[in-house]
């Protein structure tokens, strides 16, 4: 069975940062492409950044490009996402979920704030 917990959310002000984390297991984590998604109060589910098994590409969404940075370790099954110059409008549950794209499993999610 396939279970994400994400962890690292919380309230940040604007321009701040934030670490989240996406524990990985009952599949096989260093073959799978992850991602992270995200859905804003009253907003469908966006895509914000994915990552290649075997450490390989990275991609971004241009809303967070150049602010966000993806990455991975196979040997912890984890996934990490970490957020900088932090915006209102990244306010948002954060998924992390396997594949590349909006289809794949998610986990709970992990509630991010951003406010002054």
Do not use: H
Request: net charge positive; proline share 2%; charged share 15%.
């Amino acid at each position: 069975e396939v279970r994400l917990v994400e962890s690292g959310g919380g309230l940040v002000q604007p321009g701040g940062s934030l670490r989240l984390a996406c524990a990985a297991s009952g599949f096989a984590f260093s073959t799978t492409d992850m991602s992270w998604v995200r859905q804003a109060p009253g907003k469908g589910l966006e895509w914000v950044s994915g990552i290649q098994s075997g450490g390989g590409g990275t991609g971004y969404s241009a809303s967070v490009k150049d602010r966000f940075i993806i990455s991975r370790e196979d040997g912890k099954n984890t996934l990490y996402l970490q957020m900088n110059s932090l915006k209102t409008e990244d306010t948002a549950v954060y998924y992390c979920a396997t594949g590349w794209g909006l289809r794949g499993a998610r986990g709970q999610g992990t509630q991010v704030t951003v406010s002054s």
